[in-house]
């Protein structure tokens, strides 16, 4: 039997992993909701869209500008207030990544759609210098804070754990994004649509697809899911700035490639396991190794299964 000491001991080792556990997985539900964006353009199209974590970091602006002008703080607006705002701002936030996301496809890949593969990548690279200079321009250099608007209660007032009502929210949004875009993916006529351009897109249109119309839609979608991340990321973070978006895009291409990228349940599966990675790391390693970590275990899975944790082996086409 363990002495008080040691029983002490090991409880709060124990409770310190469940916190960090706990930390992880909300963190990595948020990984997982810009992760969907990536896996979603990329099961389409092939192409990895470097620009969409500087999209979400444009959205996280738009959401403290609209913060701003609804004149929004946490002692001096209502609940209600507070409330119709958070829905006023994701259909907002949403929109807005989205036109953005369609235009960038318009605009800048559809031209390359038949171009060497290397071509659409030095695009999407440089279109996310384009909106990381833009949100330099709209907010400055400095961090800013996000008010507190989104009440965090404590679920467990009685414990030495901490789960708050924003973790409770994130993981259920999250949740509940994965569920409806899964089955919306298998079961509706666009769905099936999306399906068929990922597998042919040549044989798709000769089905009578408008493979063009698929595409789009397919960078609607991602814009919009980048938006409700940005809305998500400010209430439960609260800081922002202009460069943010290349240290998330990567977690959550990370999370989409260790999760097998195209894979709606694996980019969230991927999202989850780099938050517990990140924060089970920075709770026994030391905060500055939690990145080499990460994408060390990532180099190890892929070795022994390049095609991601959910991934399908696929033979290559010659």
């Known amino acids: 039997m363990l002495s008080p000491l040691l029983a002490s001991e090991s409880l709060s080792g124990w409770l310190l992993f469940v916190q960090q556990c706990i930390n992880g997985l909300t963190f990595g539900a948020l990984v997982a909701l810009v992760a969907l964006g990536y896996t979603m353009v990329y099961g389409i199209i092939g192409l990895i869209n470097f620009a969409h974590g500087d999209l979400f970091m444009l959205g996280s602006m738009l959401v403290l500008s609209l913060i701003g002008l609804f004149g929004l703080s946490p002692s001096g607006s209502s609940g209600l207030a507070i409330a119709a705002a958070i829905l006023a701002m994701l259909p907002l936030a949403a929109v807005f990544c989205a036109v953005l996301n369609l235009?960038?496809?318009?605009?800048?890949?559809?031209?390359?759609?038949?171009?060497?593969?290397?071509?659409?990548?030095?695009?999407?690279?440089?279109?996310?210098?384009?909106?990381?200079?833009?949100?330099?321009?709209?907010?400055?250099?400095?961090?800013?804070?996000?008010?507190?608007?989104?009440?965090?209660?404590?679920?467990?007032?009685?414990?030495?754990?901490?789960?708050?009502?924003?973790?409770?929210?994130?993981?259920?949004?999250?949740?509940?994004?994965?569920?409806?875009?899964?089955?919306?993916?298998?079961?509706?006529?666009?769905?099936?649509?999306?399906?068929?351009?990922?597998?042919?897109?040549?044989?798709?249109?000769?089905?009578?697809i408008n493979v063009e119309r698929v595409i789009g839609t397919t960078f609607v979608i991602g814009g919009a899911l980048a938006g409700c991340a940005s809305v998500i990321y400010c209430l439960y973070i609260g800081t922002i700035r202009y460069d943010m978006g290349y240290i998330n895009g990567l977690y959550a291409f990370t999370a989409a490639v260790l999760g097998g990228i195209g894979n709606i349940p694996g980019a969230v599966l991927g999202g989850l396991v780099i938050g517990l990675i990140r924060s089970l790391a920075t709770g026994y390693v030391g905060d500055e190794w939690k990145d080499a970590i990460i994408f060390g275990l990532l180099i190890v899975i892929l070795v022994f299964r390049p095609s991601g944790l959910l991934g399908e082996r696929v033979r290559e086409k010659v």
């Open 103 to 208: 235009a960038v496809d318009r605009i800048v890949y559809k031209p390359l759609r038949n171009a060497p593969k290397l071509a659409p990548l030095v695009s999407a690279i440089g279109v996310s210098f384009v909106f990381q200079n833009f949100g330099l321009l709209w907010k400055g250099a400095a961090d800013q804070r996000v008010p507190g608007i989104f009440p965090k209660v404590d679920l467990l007032p009685d414990s030495p754990l901490e789960f708050t009502t924003a973790d409770l929210a994130l993981v259920l949004i999250v949740a509940a994004i994965m569920t409806v875009l899964a089955l919306w993916v298998k079961f509706t006529i666009l769905g099936k649509s999306m399906r068929a351009t990922a597998q042919d897109p040549v044989a798709a249109q000769l089905m009578g």
